[in-house]
């Protein structure tokens, strides 16, 4: 990477952002060449490496005004070199030059009008208020801005940007890299051009090129590769690509069904790949992956049908496929030696799984069964081929496109590694902590506060709730005839907010009024976690209002029978997705597909409306319609404006036609990424 010569460069201090790979790409996308450094690189040491045109701070899932939080060296403010400090990056600079950054009571994860100032450089050519994605807990306001510095973008309760046109040091607390943050890129444009004056002469090379030189250099004359196929985008084309370098001869495919995939869905893989000429070997190993256990770890005895836990869910299913590929070498008598495993992985797995591959210092948000301990062994010793490490979802499909790949493959919406395993919520136990029935209470002041109040009590939760609204009346958008209930589930869901993971409560919003106000709900599904921080997912129930509350859960494992179960549930609402459900008419199969990229239906140990002292035995499931471009961020998508709601009202009535046994009541899920993310665990 380093070559000494006079490319113009830019560097980027990697503080462990969940973007910082995304900052890098919008770079390059401008003809810059970018290097990530880590965070403490002094000035020196990066002029010493090329021709730097300036620099760019990350953000990160720590905070600045914590004993020991990570900082940059001084000399990166005072070399003369423009400065763009991006959240954690803006908070370093502001309180490097003497302003300070406080946790406030309201937090902000989503896309947000944020109104700027274009006279700044850095906003040249935008309009004085943008969409732009915010995730941060910590802030800056009017009073605590750095002197010698301007404020140049504000949100509804923080200052969103900073500026010193004389040092150019500029500072903004939103993200302007990701897709959310609609006129980001331009931003990226001002600062390249207007601010640190690049030219622009660095020109992207053949990412095909790039990757089959690689896979040729890794890959010695006589050696051989493992390629794991799941049927998905990402290996299909790392797949295709190991052909073009190699030759067919030296690529064996393994389709590994671990138990957790859609009905019927490794036989549709295995046959479609065969079609396109990918030979593939299918192996059936659900009750391994069952039994699977995790190593190393205090709880080394317990069996994947055993556990509740997320992260231990994908590291056992992770642990399990390299097992499980060990085994298929001896089975296909593949010599060890000279075999190497090729899988498909891309930056948002290396990223999420905070892999050093991808940041030094990110928080993990969820581990990729392709980036689990057993994994990073395996390259430690060099022996794994990721040719798609550095690449975004939408880059694949470019390039599968260059490869020939059919349009329904290079379509074809993801399904992760470990499946359907993390959209069962396993559960023992009810998740309740000691703020349980205040967050409750309060959720419930939230969804009334288009009603006039009731009682003293309610004139007082108003009192304190209307202030953080910044003017925000609810009425507005949800009229004051429609009463909502909310209700706190007591479960958990993983959430990516301001860079670090969030493991938190969900909340049920139900009515019986009709028609369901959409967007006000989709405005409550932002506003509630800004509010209430230990929530970091909104649901809406559909089937009328909940009126009791939910204190115990339907105990559920990751077996054969919870797997069929979400497995029925699931095909009857993918069926309806694309218009292929056997109810449908042949009229309605010809309507155009819904641009929805990607459609989890997650299985909840939730059993809503059970007369005193029944059971809890059913299930409710959860429908996720996401609508994204990398998947590093993305927004629910709302029925009536992103998604039919006769389309949704069918899913509905379809799984619960589907699973008569054991619905309960199915929910679609409002929240954006940030605060939560597509998959729930
Ligand atoms: N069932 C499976 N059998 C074999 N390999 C698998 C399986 N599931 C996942 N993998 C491996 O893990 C990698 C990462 O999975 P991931 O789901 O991100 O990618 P994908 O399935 O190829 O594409 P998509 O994201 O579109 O589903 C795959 O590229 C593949 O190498
Ligand atoms: O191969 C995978 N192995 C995994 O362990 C995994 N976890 C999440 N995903 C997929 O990644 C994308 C982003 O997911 P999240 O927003 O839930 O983090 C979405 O497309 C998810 O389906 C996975 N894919
Ligand atoms: N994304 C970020 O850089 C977040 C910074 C800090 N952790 C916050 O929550 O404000
Ligand atoms: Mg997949």
Redesign the pocket.
Known sequence: QMTGDDTERIAILDFGAQYGKIIDRRVREHRVLSDMFPLQTTADEIMKKGNFKGIIISGGPNSVWKEGAPSVDESIFTCGLPVLGICYGFQLLNKHFGGTVTRESLRADGQSDVEIDPSCPLFDCLSTSEKLLLTHGDSVTDATVAPEFKVVARSTAHVAGISNDERRLYGVQFHPEVDLSVNGAKIFDNFLYKVCGCRGDYSMESREEACIAEIRSIVGPDQKVLVMVSGGVDSTVCAALLHRALGADRVTAVHIDNGFMRLHESDAVVESLNAINLKVHHFKCAEQFYKGKVNGRKEAGITLDQTTEPEMK?QIIGNTFIHVKDDVMEELKLNVEHYFLAQGTLR??LI?SASSLASGHADT??T???DTALVRELRAKGRVVEPLRDFHKDEVRQLGRDLGLPEEIVERQ?????GLA?RILAAERPYMCDDFASTQTLLTHIVRLNQQPKDAEEEAARATLLPLLHGFDLATVIPPECVLSATLLPIKSVGVQGDSRSYSYVAAISTDYSPIPWKGLEKLAGLIPTLLHKINRVTFVFGGAVNSSISDLTTTHLNAQTVEKVQRADKAATDTLFRHHAEDAPEERHLPHVNIQ?M?VVMLPVHFDRVNGEISQKHSFCLRPFMTSD?MTGTAALPGRDIPEEMILKMVDRIQKAVPEGTSRVLIDMTS?PPG???WE
Do not use: C, S
């Not at 993801?414 to 470990?418: C, H, V």
């Open positions: 994908r948002p797995d999420e948000i969820k990729h069964h392709n993801p399904f992760p590694g470990p993390i990607q989890p998947f990424k993310t597509t998959e």
